[in-house]
């Protein structure tokens, strides 16, 4: 790894890893066993994508997606010991709250677990009078508590960043409308509490095609940014209007670590587009949507968790400080 690079976290000497495949230049390559969990790894499963997983204990703990045969949007808990076999609960989670109002359960997806000084942290995809983001927060992966919604209908793909920016909480999220957005810019909010968000800052917008197509019809956040010496490593999905339906590759940017809305640089070619069977079949085909990712901050791995065609979970892998020479290298800002 490049010396002068520093990486935030914990030294993961045994996450997740599979080592590049010989022959092959690919900046992340896929696991070769992929898909790892199948969609229909508990009884009542239509698909499980789209999900968050952390360090936690001695293993792995995660917050699924699992939309079951009624084909109802739920959240489940699951563990694992080694990252990459995964023992999800049968029922879904639920959430404690003081405001039923706010606790009512309509739906749930795409969480991502975010752990902040003592406690993990999870934003999801919330039905209140459309989707919008609800955050709480765990120690152990028991017991969950709901606080408010950080934004207003409609908005998706809330991400918090591991540590408190300018003394406060940070996010970014993708204002959306009900259905299939059409559009969507990235955006940045602080919150002193976690439960009052402003000072609202625009991040990104869609790409022109002409410069990278497959983010040019709307992007949202993906796993937690990776703090570097660098800047703030995002991975980010984006979207291309096909004339076959939308298809959802990913990229990284470089955000500034002060002011994190400000966009250092920005890959013009994907990380990861469809291209495999599971990524380019099942309930909706050509998405490959990252969630979540494991990093060693020594050796600078990055495991990379993305529900692929919205009906299974797969990983890529990677070295982080070759993401960011690429990232800089082909950056289109
Ligand atoms: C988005 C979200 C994701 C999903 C994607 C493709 O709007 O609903 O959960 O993976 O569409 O269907």
Request: hydrophobic residues 35%.
């Amino acid at each position: 790894m490049n010396n002068k690079l520093k990486i935030a976290g914990a030294p993961m000497k045994d996450m997740p890893w599979q080592a590049r495949p010989e022959g092959s230049k690919e900046v992340v390559w896929r696991y070769a066993n992929n898909p790892i969990i199948p969609r229909n790894l508990l009884p009542t499963s239509n698909s499980i994508f789209n999900s968050a997983v952390v360090p936690f204990g001695s293993g792995y703990a995660g917050v699924f997606r699992c939309d079951d045969t009624n084909r109802r949007m739920r959240l489940h808990v699951g563990f694992s010991d080694n990252g990459i076999d995964w023992k999800i609960e049968e029922q879904p989670l639920k959430f404690e709250c003081n405001d039923p109002e706010i606790g009512e359960w309509v739906y749930g997806y795409d969480p991502r677990v975010c752990f902040i000084e003592d406690r993990y942290y999870v934003t999801w995809c919330n039905g209140y009078h459309g989707p919008t983001i609800g955050v709480a927060y765990t120690f152990d992966f028991k017991t969950f508590h709901q606080l408010e919604n950080a934004f207003l209908p409609f908005n998706r793909n809330g991400v918090m960043f591991p540590k408190k920016i300018n003394g406060n909480f940070a996010m970014l999220s993708r204002p959306s409308d009900n259905g299939h957005t059409p559009f969507g810019d990235i955006f940045y909010s602080e919150s002193p509490d976690l439960e009052y968000w402003g000072r609202h800052r625009h991040v990104m917008s869609p790409a022109p095609f002409e410069d990278s197509a497959w983010q040019c019809t709307k992007i949202g956040a993906g796993p937690i940014p990776i703090e570097t010496s660098e800047g703030w490593l995002l991975i980010y999905h984006g979207v291309l209007n096909s004339c076959n339906g939308f298809v959802y590759a990913f990229g990284s940017a470089l955000l500034d670590l002060e002011q994190p809305w400000k966009v250092k640089y920005r890959s013009g070619p994907y990380l990861i587009t469809p291209q495999t069977t599971y990524e380019c079949m099942g309930d909706v085909p050509n998405v490959t949507f990252p969630c979540a990712a494991i990093h060693d901050s020594e050796t600078g791995r990055i495991a990379i968790y993305y529900g692929c065609a919205d009906t299974v979970t797969s990983l890529a892998f990677g070295y982080i400080d070759e993401i960011i020479e690429f990232t800089k290298a082909n950056s289109i800002i």
